[in-house]
T-cell receptor
Framework: DGGITQSPKYLFRKEGQNVTLSCEQN?????MYWYRQDPGQGLRLIYY???????QKGDIAEGYSVSREKKESFPLTVTSAQKNPTAFYLC???????????FGPGTRLTVL | AQKVTQAQTEISVVEKEDVTLDCVYE???????LFWYKQPPSGELVFLIR??????QNEISGRYSWNFQKSTSSFNFTITASQVVDSAVYFC??????????????FGAGTQVVVTP
């Protein structure tokens, strides 16, 4: 089945620790995205990548880092510099800009 | 400045009633794309529709219909004869066709729809 997978579904982290969220797609999409969702709010863009080995900051990139070494994979690292990391993180992909984005099931990160 | 406004935070209806979700957007671009997504309690966003700025035809898909009006910068969504399975948060989103905005979706805050039996 084609789609986007994110792991883990739930993640708990102690303050001061870095953590990496996985996102894999087998849709052969060039573009991939990371969003953050806080309770009762819409999605905010963290980072996006239009092509392998290239990525750009979104609206709230501070405290996060990404890599795009393979077309299928776009992992997100939440660093200790992110002051309020507890949130729901969604990964998405699309053929190109302007096309519909397809989303993964999300990872719920809680900082203890 | 918020580019996508969904003024309705929550709408509650009884099953079989119609429900209309409002979406007002703001852009200076002549080429842009509008989207609606559904987020059920599981959390995953489900794509519903994409509309480009040059296509103002209304669209119907089963019980769903969309009304795009450029004159009022609105892209409203109606669910006809609502069902309990329609209970979810619905997001409207805008993508502008510029180099800086390439591929970036700007989401509204979402509208929670609650359908009771």
């Amino acid at each position: 089945d084609g789609g986007i997978t994110q792991s883990p579904k739930y993640l708990f982290r102690k303050e001061g620790q870095n953590v990496t969220l996985s996102c894999e797609q087998n849709l052969n999409h060039d573009a991939m995205y990371w969003y953050r969702q806080d309770p009762g709010q819409g999605l905010r863009l963290i980072y996006y990548s239009q092509i392998v080995n290239d990525f750009q900051k979104g609206d709230i990139a501070e405290g996060y880092s990404v890599s795009r070494e393979k077309k299928e994979s776009f992992p997100l690292t939440v660093t200790s510099a992110q002051k309020n990391p507890t949130a729901f993180y969604l990964c998405a992909s699309s053929l190109a800009g302007g096309n519909e984005q397809f989303f993964g099931p999300g990872t719920r990160l809680t900082v203890l | 400045a918020q580019k996508v406004t969904q003024a309705q935070t929550e709408i509650s209806v009884v099953e079989k009633e119609d429900v209309t979700l409002d979406c007002v957007y703001e852009t200076r671009d002549t080429t842009y794309y509008l989207f609606w997504y559904k987020q059920p309690p599981s959390g995953e966003l489900v794509f519903l529709i994409r509309r480009n700025s040059f296509d103002e035809q209304n669209e119907i898909s089963g019980r769903y219909s969309w009304n795009f009006q450029k004159s009022t910068s609105s892209f409203n969504f109606t669910i006809t004869a609502s069902q309990v399975v329609d209970s979810a948060v619905y997001f409207c989103a805008l993508s502008e066709d510029t180099t800086d905005s390439w591929g970036k979706l700007q989401f509204g805050a979402g509208t929670q729809v609650v359908v009771t039996p």
